[in-house]
């Protein structure tokens, strides 16, 4: 999995006045838990951009005021109307505890429906999996090649070693339905076929 690396100020107050100077400032107020204690800190916004606009997954260096620790984005909160990153969660990883994350799904291969001119929906963009933090994938791959048209790829389909999928098994990932065009093609087929 990518890494990236952050560097933040611990926060001496943690309050509403504080992070909304915080904000005016550019930074984002944000929290590392997950190991003894709770550290509150802040981030340059700018800094965060390229970890939190991204599909992708990334373990998370941090360096807070000389010391470093390992943790992955657990939560972001962005303005309702803006979309600007309010507030960021981060949750300090152990080699030995399972962390749950969100990873994206890539679609591979080309579909013999899409061939044929059926229309591929994707319904689900990531999957929610639970594992060791160094047997996370960077992102879960999706074979489109037996996908014919009326025919799609369910979650318990996907098969992960050491990874356990928290999405309920009966979800579809991706299909392959009848376009308008094809439908139009195979009722002028019928058509032409009724009138010999």
């Given amino acids: 999995m990518k890494s990236f690396a952050i560097s933040g100020s611990l926060r001496e107050n ?22 003894k204690e709770q550290y509150h800190f802040s981030v340059s916004a700018a800094d965060l951009k390229p970890l939190v606009y991204t599909p ?4 998370v260096e941090i360096n807070l005021d000389g010391s470093k620790y390992q943790a992955i984005v657990q939560e972001t909160q962005f303005h309702p109307l803006t979309d600007v990153l309010r507030h ?4 300090l990883l152990d080699d030995k505890k399972p962390v749950s994350v969100s990873i994206p799904i890539k679609l ?12 591929l929906i994707q ?3 990531n999957l ?21 048209v ?8 996907v098969k992960l070693d050491k990874v356990t999928i928290l ?3 009966d979800d579809t990932i991706v299909s392959v339905i009848t376009s308008r065009a094809l439908r139009q093609a195979e009722q002028e087929a019928a058509k032409t076929g009724g009138k010999k």
Avoid at 88 to 91: A, N, R, T
Avoid at 129 to 144: F, G, M, R, T, W
Avoid at 150 to 157: A, L, N, P, Q, T
């Fill in 14 to 35: 943690v309050g509403k006045r504080d992070a909304k100077e915080l904000r005016y400032q550019g930074k984002v107020p944000a929290v590392l838990y997950g190991g």
């Fill in 56 to 59: 992708d997954v990334h373990f």
């Fill in 88 to 91: 960021i969660d981060f949750l």
């Fill in 108 to 119: 591979t291969g080309t579909s013999p429906g899409v061939r044929e001119g059926g229309k």
């Fill in 123 to 125: 319904k689900l963009r």
């Fill in 128 to 148: 929610r999996v639970k594992a060791l933090p160094n047997d996370l994938p960077q992102y879960i791959e999706v074979s489109l090649e037996p996908l014919t």
């Fill in 150 to 157: 009326g025919k799609s790829v369910r979650v318990d389909e």
């Fill in 167 to 169: 999405n309920n098994g």
